[in-house]
């Protein structure tokens, strides 16, 4: 017998998505761009066979995996399972990536610049200062692989799920000799291929996720 597959693909583009918003575990439907996305990730697994799929609880990763479906009678079994949902952002789930860096901007200078250094800066000046600083704290808070947020996760604790996911995948898939489907989320999808591609953590929380793209991976049977 050969070897068995695994198509992981992303949701469908979101309304959050489309806002720059920190969704997290919050809801967001797909957008018409988002429809069309899942449509293509259908179109791509087509002429595939698998007769499992994974999804989570958000309705994104489950209306994605719809439309996949229409085309897959074969599949029978749909497992929901939340080691493959998205990265929780805590309490800024909701809230856009722009008044992030503008708010924890504004916050650094205040704490970080005193005396001289910010009574010599003119107004336009402290802006730009603000928005350097808004956007490094972004960079590290949105792809530092260790920085949690409050009440969230860091993409450590990401991938401690996500490893446990695929250990019982593996087992699941040569248990019942299957190919299966899985509609998940960027950083769970970042954080499953730099596993299964032995990739660096530096390499794997830069990766773009493509809404419209199927990562197919290889089982030994």
């Known amino acids: 017998m050969g070897d068995y597959e695994i198509y992981l ?3 469908g583009k979101t309304f959050f998505n489309t806002k720059g918003i920190f969704t997290g575990w919050k809801d967001s439907k797909l957008t018409s761009e988002g429809i069309r996305n899942a449509k293509k990730v259908a179109e791509i697994l087509k002429k ?3 007769q499992a799929a994974f999804q989570t609880k958000l ?5 994605t995996l719809k439309y996949v479906l229409k085309f897959h009678p074969e599949c029978k079994k749909i497992i929901t399972d939340d080691r493959m ?8 789930e909701g809230t856009s990536h722009k008044s992030f860096i503008d708010k924890i901007g504004e916050k650094i200078v205040d704490l970080k610049i005193e005396g001289d250094a910010i009574e010599n800066l003119n107004l336009d000046e402290r802006k730009e200062v603000e928005k350097f600083l808004g956007e490094e704290e972004y960079k590290t808070i949105h792809r530092g692989y260790n920085v949690a947020v409050p009440n969230g996760e860091s993409f450590a604790d990401v991938e401690k799920r996500v490893k446990k996911f695929i250990i019982y995948l593996k087992k699941f898939i040569k248990k019942n000799k299957v190919n299966v489907a899985i509609s998940a989320h960027s950083n769970s999808i970042r954080l499953f291929r730099k596993i299964m591609e032995n990739a660096s953590r530096d390499k794997a929380t830069t990766w773009f996720i493509p809404y419209d793209k199927v990562f197919i991976y290889k089982i030994k049977a």
Do not use: A
Not at 85 to 92: F, Q
């Open 48 to 50: 595939k066979k698998f």
């Open 9 to 11: 693909f992303r949701h």
């Open 59 to 63: 309705s994104r990763s489950k209306d």
């Open 85 to 92: 949902i998205e990265r929780s952002y805590g309490i800024l």
